[in-house]
């Protein structure tokens, strides 16, 4: 893949996508912390356009709970909402004068707006197979919310790899996420107050906290407050070690789902968001 120092065959990469997908999307993670600068560079901008074209190939359409709300009039937006429009309706027939249709509102089906939180859990190992499971995964939050989302990584402190509102292109963002490191402790508690903060941002309808860790806290901490003081958290844990974020979703009402390996990813998200 590196036939000379500084340098990367694309082809090469491409053959062990074709070949092996996992082992080469966990081999591009690690080569992001190359030694060699010029490598560790194009393989982290190399990383961030195969992350996100996978992102987008799989399952982005956005979801929600669909509801009847009145809307601005239009000729074929549904059903006159009368309630909301008599108020119009009478002054035009008071006045006898014509009605005002920018005022008038119909009755329709809303999907509501979503803001979207990934925590990243950097406690452990950050290389390989783990690393380019959080670089996907935040491709595809990218991709599926683009308008409002935030990244934060968190250890013993938190990393902010976007904030919510930032205006921070995607391809930067799985980029910062390739540069994260392990960490020793992990306080869950301050991850999940810090998520609630920046969903805290978002005037959307819908508030999500994804949670990709194993869910082992070791900062001692009030995780159900804090997780109930979330309008809505979902979790993504690794499947070879899920036990204690099974009890933790269990215990605090969120929806889980596991990955095995980097390929799922995209797909993970996709699944565990639907109601």
């Known amino acids: 893949m590196s036939p000379e120092v500084g340098q990367l065959d694309e082809s090469a990469v491409e053959d062990g996508l074709f070949d092996d997908p996992d082992e080469m999307l966990s081999l591009l993670a690690d080569l992001a912390a190359a030694t060699d600068q010029r490598l560790r560079d194009l393989a982290r901008r190399l990383a961030a356009r195969v992350f996100l074209d996978l992102a987008r190939s799989g399952p982005s359409a956005q979801r929600g709970i669909r509801k009847i709300a009145a809307q601005p009039y239009r000729p074929d937006g ?108 992990t306080d869950l508690a301050c991850a999940l107050r810090a998520a609630g903060e920046q969903l805290g941002r978002s005037r959307a309808a819908r508030k999500i906290v994804i949670l990709l860790s194993d869910c082992r806290a070791t900062v001692e901490g009030d995780v159900y407050s804090a997780a109930d003081a979330l309008s809505e958290m979902v979790i993504i844990a690794p499947e070879q070690d899920c036990e204690e974020a099974m009890r933790f979703a269990h215990e605090c009402g969120a929806r889980l789902t596991t990955v095995a390996r980097p390929s799922q990813a995209a797909e993970a998200l996709a699944t565990v968001l639907e109601r």
């Open 78 to 185: 549904g059903d006159l909402d009368l309630d909301a429009s008599f108020e119009v309706i009478a002054e035009a027939a008071a006045a006898r004068a014509a009605v005002d249709f920018e005022r008038l509102r119909v009755s329709s089906w809303s999907t509501p707006d979503t803001a979207l939180c990934l925590l990243v859990d950097r406690s452990g190992s950050m290389g390989g197979n783990p690393l380019a499971t959080a670089a996907i995964t935040a491709a595809a939050v990218a991709v599926r919310n683009p308008a409002s989302y935030s990244v934060l990584a968190f250890g013993k402190d938190i990393v902010a790899v976007k904030s919510q509102g930032a205006d921070k292109p995607s391809e930067l963002v799985v980029t910062d996420v390739l540069s994260l490191r392990g960490h020793g402790t």
